[in-house]
């Protein structure tokens, strides 16, 4: 695993232990799962939804996490 993705999912851990709001979202209502998918982060946007982060929320642009890369719901 490289350093950079080591330290990325040690973060979102962290997060999670500490019971942060996993759907808690920026000031364009993207949520981590949002920013995740848009970074490329695969391996964090999956933990992301398997803790319990909603896959249904809504950008400010009314996107959801998935169509932030274009792709069709799975």
């Known amino acids: 695993i490289p350093v950079g993705e080591y330290y990325k999912m040690c973060r979102v851990k962290f997060f999670i232990k500490r ?3 996993l759907d808690a979202v920026n ?3 993207n949520s981590g799962l ?5 970074m490329g982060e695969k391996k964090i946007a999956d933990y992301l939804i398997k803790k319990g982060a909603s896959k249904g929320g809504r950008n400010e642009m009314g996107l959801m996490a998935y169509q932030r890369l274009g792709g069709d719901c799975e």
């Open 19 to 21: 019971k942060w709001d």
């Open 34 to 38: 949002h920013i995740a998918v848009e």
């Open 27 to 29: 000031k364009y209502k």
